[in-house]
């Protein structure tokens, strides 16, 4: 018995600390070792470049008023705009502030027409459109010196198996810590040592995984996102079973040895009550036929 419950024993043990969700498994910038893989030193960031169905947000400023209204929806301020397309009416007004890069990669500005902004990063389309609208506009009397700003306003990134939705980067260079911080972090109970990144870049999709715990995942090709980027995360075995905490696993191992050995008690009063029975049984037959000879 003893040795049944010494092997019942060290089995719930190596279960319920395999299943336990410890620190080292949920926290980050942790040193390379043996379990967190250490990455070389590929970091590299290239500004976004201008893609078919990206929407781009145009503004020119201009001392003319005139030109203002006619290349700014109505006259509105960037703020004002800025405001409407964040708010809740951007529905309304996302075409109106916007233009679309259509399928032939160009946008269809007023008074230039069509565009070819494809591949472009936001700053280059700036430049382009200063210098068409320079070329329009410097023939005008009193013409003034104009500016352009470009934003591109539709990038998000996309997580899935848990905090699963649609987020938007909110900013030119977005790492992998604040995207999901933007998420709600991953809870205790999802893994963080094989994140995997679906990215698409120039028509061809890769799939990468990478330890998030890793603290050289900041020198890496992992730590800034792109836009597009789909991050799948899936849950830490053991997850069902909801062991988090040490002084679980103890409980939890107690409880499971004590009812174990409550049931084995029983059990075997149960066989040694059958094998006294029917043992006296035999033997009391055994001497009356002795007896009879």
């Given at each position: 018995?003893?040795k049944l419950r010494n092997i019942l024993?060290?089995?719930?043990?190596?279960?319920?600390?395999?299943?336990?969700?410890?620190?080292?498994?949920?926290?980050?910038?942790?040193?390379?070792?043996?379990?967190?893989?250490?990455?070389?030193?590929?970091?590299?960031?290239?500004?976004?470049?201008?893609?078919?169905?990206?929407?781009?947000?145009?503004?020119?400023?201009?001392?003319?008023?005139?030109?203002?209204?006619?290349?700014?929806?109505?006259?509105?301020?960037?703020?004002?705009?800025?405001?409407?397309?964040?708010?809740?009416?951007?529905?309304?007004?996302?075409?109106?502030?916007?233009?679309?890069?259509?399928?032939?990669?160009?946008?269809?500005?007023?008074?230039?027409?069509?565009?070819?902004?494809?591949?472009?990063?936001?700053?280059?389309?700036?430049?382009?459109?200063?210098?068409?609208?320079?070329?329009?506009?410097?023939?005008?009397?009193?013409?003034?010196?104009?500016?352009?700003?470009?934003?591109?306003?539709?990038?998000?990134?996309?997580?899935?198996?848990?905090?699963?939705?649609?987020?938007?980067?909110?900013?030119?260079?977005?790492?992998?810590?604040?995207?999901?911080?933007?998420?709600?972090?991953?809870?205790?109970?999802?893994?963080?040592?094989?994140?995997?990144?679906?990215?698409?870049?120039?028509?061809?999709?890769?799939?990468?995984?990478?330890?998030?715990?890793?603290?050289?995942?900041?020198?890496?090709?992992?730590?800034?996102?792109?836009?597009?980027?789909?991050?799948?995360?899936?849950?830490?075995?053991?997850?069902?079973?909801?062991?988090?905490?040490?002084?679980?696993?103890?409980?939890?191992?107690?409880?499971?040895?004590?009812?174990?050995?409550?049931?084995?008690?029983?059990?075997?009063?149960?066989?040694?009550?059958?094998?006294?029975?029917?043992?006296?049984?035999?033997?009391?037959?055994?001497?009356?036929?002795?007896?009879?000879?």
């Open positions: 018995m003893v024993f060290f089995a719930i043990v190596s279960w319920a600390l395999s299943s336990c969700v410890t620190a080292r498994k949920v926290n980050y910038m942790q040193k390379p070792d043996k379990q967190i893989p250490s990455y070389t030193d590929t970091l590299s960031f290239e500004d976004y470049k201008v893609r078919i169905g990206d929407r781009l947000y145009i503004y020119v400023y201009s001392l003319d008023e005139k030109i203002m209204k006619m290349y700014n929806a109505g006259g509105s301020s960037s703020s004002q705009m800025r405001q409407q397309m964040t708010g809740g009416g951007m529905n309304s007004s996302y075409d109106l502030y916007t233009y679309l890069v259509d399928e032939e990669g160009t946008i269809d500005f007023p008074t230039i027409g069509k565009l070819y902004v494809q591949n472009l990063t936001s700053r280059q389309v700036k430049m382009l459109l200063e210098e068409e609208l320079s070329k329009l506009l410097q023939e005008i009397p009193g013409y003034s010196t104009i500016s352009v700003e470009v934003h591109i306003v539709n990038r998000s990134f996309s997580i899935i198996g848990a905090q699963s939705g649609r987020y938007p980067i909110t900013k030119e260079k977005m790492t992998i810590f604040e995207a999901l911080a933007l998420a709600g972090d991953l809870g205790e109970f999802n893994s963080r040592k094989e994140v995997k990144l679906v990215r698409e870049r120039n028509g061809v999709t890769t799939i990468k995984t990478f330890d998030a715990r890793s603290e050289d995942i900041v020198n890496s090709e992992y730590y800034y996102i792109e836009p597009n980027d789909i991050i799948y995360i899936r849950q830490i075995p053991g997850y069902s079973f909801g062991i988090n905490h040490v002084t679980t696993v103890i409980g939890v191992t107690a409880a499971t040895i004590s009812f174990g050995v409550f049931i084995y008690t029983i059990v075997q009063t149960g066989i040694n009550h059958v094998k006294k029975h029917y043992g006296s049984g035999s033997n009391s037959g055994s001497s009356s036929n002795t007896g009879g000879k």
